[in-house]
């Protein structure tokens, strides 16, 4: 079965760094193309961009690019969403999802969510 | 960036009811959309991709037409289980823009 499996509830401060992951089973993990949606309270989809594993290509959507930093560890089949200085604004659920092969795929694959909540 | 239109953003229904959702893009993206509903406190799921083409495991009622610049996505009878949030998505650009979304209630 292909799934993606996220890092728990994340409580941080204004300011703070943080790092949250993303670990891809049931399939060959460097081939295939991971995104990153955001979700804030009660709104709709955002995306943030994505990573190519195998070699760590990646695409940020205009509106983030500069806001965050994809990575990936293809060793480890897993990939990482990151934030150097977090602010309240950043609160939300964030999605990781798997896209295909090559670039002109839908999403196939959700994670289960990681809540970050920002809050002094 | 293109933009992606839903409409409408709410809507009532019952069960049995045909139900169509719109959902319209600033500028063509050929067929390179998708469909996916959300359920709260749930992570979304696909329907639709490319336009037209159902996903595995996803029930029959559920169908998506267009090109270009316009797409429906069509529930030819309205379940229980389908009362959720639905949403668009261009995957044409990087910006992988999604509606705004469209969220169907019980009438």
């Known amino acids: 079965e292909v799934q993606l499996v996220q890092s728990e509830v994340e409580v941080k401060k204004p300011a703070e760094s943080l790092k949250i992951s993303c670990k891809g089973s049931g399939y060959s993990f460097s081939s295939y193309w991971i995104g990153w949606v955001r979700q804030l309270p009660g709104k709709g989809l955002e995306w943030l961009g994505m990573?190519?594993?195998?070699?760590?290509?990646?695409r940020y959507s205009p509106s983030f690019q500069g806001q965050v930093i994809m990575s990936a560890d293809k060793a480890i089949s897993t990939a990482y969403l990151q934030w150097s200085s977090l602010e309240a604004s950043d609160s939300a659920v964030y999605y990781c999802?798997?896209?295909?092969?090559?670039?002109?795929?839908?999403?196939?694959?959700w994670g289960q969510g990681t809540t970050v909540t920002v809050s002094s | 960036d293109i933009q992606m239109t839903q409409s409408p953003s709410t809507l009532s229904a019952s069960v049995g009811d045909r139900v169509t959702i719109t959902c319209r893009a600033s500028q063509s993206i050929d067929t390179w959309l998708a469909w996916y509903q959300q359920k709260p406190g749930k992570a979304p799921k696909i329907l639709i991709y490319?336009?037209?083409s159902l996903q595995s495991g996803v029930p029959s009622r559920f169908s998506g037409s267009g090109s270009g610049t316009e797409f429906t996505l069509t529930i030819s009878s309205l379940q229980p289980e389908d009362f959720a949030t639905y949403y668009c998505?261009?995957?044409?650009?990087?910006?992988?823009?999604f509606g705004q979304g469209t969220k169907v209630e019980i009438k």
């Open positions: 990573i190519y594993p195998g070699d760590s290509e990646t």
């Open positions: 998505q261009e995957y044409k650009t990087y910006s992988r823009t």
């Open positions: 490319k336009a037209s």
């Open positions: 999802v798997r896209s295909g092969p090559t670039y002109y795929h839908s999403v196939d694959v």
